[in-house]
Antibody, heavy 123, light 113 residues
């Protein structure tokens, strides 16, 4: 059964870079043909798509964050990662990684989610 | 960006009664080439990630109880819970995947009356 698990620091200082990793277990990122995504949710608020990546490295980003976001993939570790630079308090959120449900599709519903990791931006 | 607007923001329904949540997109999410609406619904319970209920506007994800149904086309969509159960208390979100950026509605909180 495919599972996703986010990991990374729970506290990041303002103006620094937030770095998170999503580890995929129960299946291979490189042998499947799915896109993988990052979504965040500020406390008590709604969901915001950050971006998505294919195992080949093809990426799609939310234009609202594009200049600050980098999503990468490491197929040898079966992981994909999120870097968000120059963070502010507004980036405080639960960060989820998830799989897009249809093969080869960069825009789709998210059918498998990690449990999420809470990141607080504070000095 | 396609803006997704849900109504109401919150809803209280008696156990066993019908619950209806609406979602409106700022532009059509219907692809004429395949006649599919690129619209999904999620359920999020406290402390949990969202759980996919419905995709293609009306297709239930595997394992989702059949009391959940989705309908609508173009810009107007509805999630219906035919007979509310206690475990359905949650926040519900719609999401469009017609184009990037993928966008979500603001959420509808469903409670027991």
């Amino acid at each position: 059964q495919l599972q996703l698990q986010e990991s990374g620091p729970g506290l990041v200082r303002p103006s620094e870079t937030l770095s998170l990793t999503c580890t995929v277990s129960g299946g291979s990122i490189s042998s499947s043909s799915y896109y993988w995504g990052w979504i965040r949710q500020p406390p008590g608020k709604g969901l915001e798509w950050i971006g998505s990546i294919y195992y080949s490295g093809t990426t799609y980003y939310n234009p609202s964050l594009k200049s600050l976001v980098t999503i990468s993939v490491d197929t040898s570790k079966n992981q994909f990662s999120l870097n968000l630079s120059s963070v502010t308090a507004a980036d405080t959120a639960m960060y989820y990684c998830a799989r897009l449900r249809t093969l080869f599709s960069p825009t789709d519903a998210f059918d498998i989610w990690g449990q999420g990791t809470m990141v607080t931006v504070s000095s | 960006d396609i803006v997704m607007t849900q109504s109401p923001d919150s809803l209280a329904v008696s156990l066993g009664e019908r619950a209806t949540i609406n979602c409106k997109s700022s532009q059509s999410v219907l692809y004429n080439s395949n006649n599919k609406n690129y619209l999904a619904w999620y359920q999020q319970k406290p402390g949990q990630p969202p759980n996919l209920l419905i995709y293609w506007a009306s297709t239930r994800e595997s394992g989702v109880p059949d009391r959940f149904s989705g309908s609508g086309s173009g810009t107007d969509f509805t999630l219906t819970i035919s007979s509310l159960q206690a475990e359905d208390v949650a926040v519900y979100y719609c999401q469009q995947y017609y184009s990037t950026p993928i966008t979500f509605g603001q959420g509808t909180r469903l409670e027991i009356k």
